[in-house]
Structures are given as structure tokens and as C-alpha cells.
């Protein structure tokens, strides 16, 4: 991409060691922003990430390796980034997420308290920390990524689309909040939310695999579409970035306050 229009910008990614954060971390890179990724995995997989999103931008990836369920470890992470990025970032997409599907009177107290903390609590912690910089500066973004599960529920996931939907109504406080903060010409502070549906990454491969009943991954992923989204085709966690990277765009000074499906139609139905 030769439109560096973040050029000068900061940017955190929240679990951008795989899958769409790792994608988003690249887009943003790529747009010409200085990212700080964070998420799990082996120092491989972390050496890794660094390295993909150096490449997409021009270098200066750092990782930070805070464990979200933990607000101790945010704060600490955020102080630290107001020092990287001289007064506090620019950018911040909260995409950390984990699901477990199971019904509701079978799921384990330790998973809810689990997937709520970090589908949920860690954005509304990134976000009072992030966000007065971002005011006092006339710019600054919020990308949650939130899921099709923000917009309407499945069996199964209680606490998953209780998080989505939490995430969503969180969003839509902050961009209220913000919404008068800055100008057209500065960029203003935008909050939104991108839902996608099925999206190919490590996180749905258990429902695959719950799918395959002696198949092949492919006859998984067909039956996993043709429950829910209607195009039978899967998003790409590059084409989850490009509306984020989109989103950070002076242009978008007036979206704010939204959740955009990226679903083939699931919640058209
Ligand atoms: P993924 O499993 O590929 O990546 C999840 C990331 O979160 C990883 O980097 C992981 O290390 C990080 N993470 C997990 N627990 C963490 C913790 N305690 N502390 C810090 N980081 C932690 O998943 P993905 O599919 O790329 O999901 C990203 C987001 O997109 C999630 O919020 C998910 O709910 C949402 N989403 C995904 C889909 C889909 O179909 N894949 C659909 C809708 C929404």
C-alpha cells in the first residue's frame, strides 16, 4: 500500500498475535503507523508477529505481552505506552478475544469470568486509559472488534454474545462522549464497532471441527456457513482490516457511534 496517511501515528492492537489482530496490526503498519501488538503465544509465534507487521510498515513493532484478564497488567501496559508514543497512542483496536460454546447451564464459571474480562472489561480498561489523549489531541480512533454476536445472539454463548453485546453498548457511550471532541480538519475522536461473522482464523476451528462428523475440513466450513451466513463464503481477517485501516481516515471524522456487520447477510435475515 503506497498511502501512508498514518504516517506519525500510533497505534495498539490487542491480541495481534494471530488471526484478525495480527492482520489489523499489518493494515495499520502499512498505513504508515508505528504499532505495538499484544497477545499470547510462544516467543516463535511472538518473534513472528513482530516481524510480519515490521514488514508490512516500516519497522519499530513492539510487543506487549500484558495478559488482558489482568487490569493491573493493562495499566501497566498503557503507562508504558504513553512513554512509546509520546503522550499516548493514537489508535486503539480492541481485538482480543476467546470463546468457548457450551450451554449455558454447562459452562464453567472460570470461562464466563474469563470471556467477559477479556472480550469485554479489557476494552472498557484500554479505553479510560487511551482516550483523554486522544481528546486532547482532536484525533483519535476506536475500532472494537465485536462480532455478528454484538447484533443478535446463538445458542450456546452466553457469555461471548453477552460481551459482544456489551461491547457494543460500551462503543456507543464512548463515541457519544467524544463525539464533539476535535474537528473535521483534526479528524475528530470516533468510536465504532466491526462485527464480523465467520471469519477464517484459529478461533472457529473448534466449531470446524464440531462440523466435520467424519468429513473433511471443507465439508466443516460449509456447514458452519450455510447455519448463518448467507454469501456460504468466509471473510478474510485482511478484509476485516481494511475497514479498520479505512476507519482511522481524517474522512471518517463523522462515523462514529456504529457496529458494521461484516457478516454475507447473517444479520440481514
Ligand atoms: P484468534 O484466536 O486468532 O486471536 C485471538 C488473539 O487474542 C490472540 O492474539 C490471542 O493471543 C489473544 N488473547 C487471547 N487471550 C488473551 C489474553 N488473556 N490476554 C491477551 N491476549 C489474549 O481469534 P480471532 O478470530 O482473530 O479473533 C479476534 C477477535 O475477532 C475476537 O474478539 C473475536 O471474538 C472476534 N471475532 C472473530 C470472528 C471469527 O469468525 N474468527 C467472528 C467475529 C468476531
Known amino acids: 500500500m503506497s498511502d501512508t496517511f498514518l504516517h506519525g501515528r500510533t497505534a495498539l492492537v490487542t491480541g495481534s498475535t494471530s488471526g484478525i489482530g495480527l492482520a ?38 513492539v510487543h506487549f505481552g500484558a495478559d488482558l484478564r489482568d487490569p493491573a497488567a493493562i495499566e501497566a501496559m498503557m503507562t508504558e505506552l504513553a512513554g512509546w508514543s509520546n503522550g499516548g497512542i493514537d489508535i486503539l483496536v480492541n481485538n482480543a478475544g476467546i470463546q468457548h460454546a457450551v450451554p449455558l447451564h454447562e459452562m464453567p464459571v472460570a470461562k464466563w469470568n474469563d470471556i467477559i ?15 483523554p489523549a486522544m481528546a486532547g489531541r482532536g484525533y483519535g480512533r476506536v475500532v472494537n472488534i465485536a462480532s455478528v454476536h454484538g447484533l443478535v445472539a446463538s445458542k450456546d ?31 475528530g475522536v470516533t468510536v465504532n464497532c466491526i462485527c464480523p461473522g465467520w471469519v477464517e482464523t484459529p478461533l472457529i476451528e473448534p466449531q470446524i471441527e464440531a ?27 485482511a478484509e476485516i482490516a481494511a475497514l479498520a485501516v479505512f476507519l482511522c481516515r481524517r474522512e471518517a471524522h463523522n462515523i462514529t457511534g456504529t457496529a458494521m456487520p461484516v457478516d454475507g447477510g447473517w444479520t440481514a435475515q
Open 157 to 187: 454463548k452466553a457469555p461471548y454474545v453477552a460481551s459482544k453485546f456489551g461491547i457494543v453498548g460500551l462503543s456507543k457511550v464512548a463515541a457519544l462522549e467524544h463525539a464533539a471532541q476535535g474537528n473535521r480538519d483534526s479528524g
Open 211 to 237: 462440523r466435520m462428523q467424519g468429513g473433511s475440513r471443507n465439508d466443516g466450513v460449509r456447514a458452519l456457513l450455510a447455519e448463518k451466513q448467507p454469501s456460504l463464503r468466509m471473510t478474510l481477517p
Open 117 to 131: 474480562a477479556i472480550n469485554l472489561s479489557s476494552a472498557f480498561h484500554t479505553m479510560r486509559l487511551a482516550m
Open 24 to 61: 489489523i496490526a499489518k493494515g495499520l503498519a502499512a498505513a504508515g503507523a508505528k504499532v505495538a501488538i499484544n497477545g499470547l503465544g510462544s516467543p516463535e509465534q511472538i518473534a513472528s508477529a513482530i516481524a510480519e507487521v515490521d514488514a508490512a510498515g516500516s519497522g519499530g513493532t
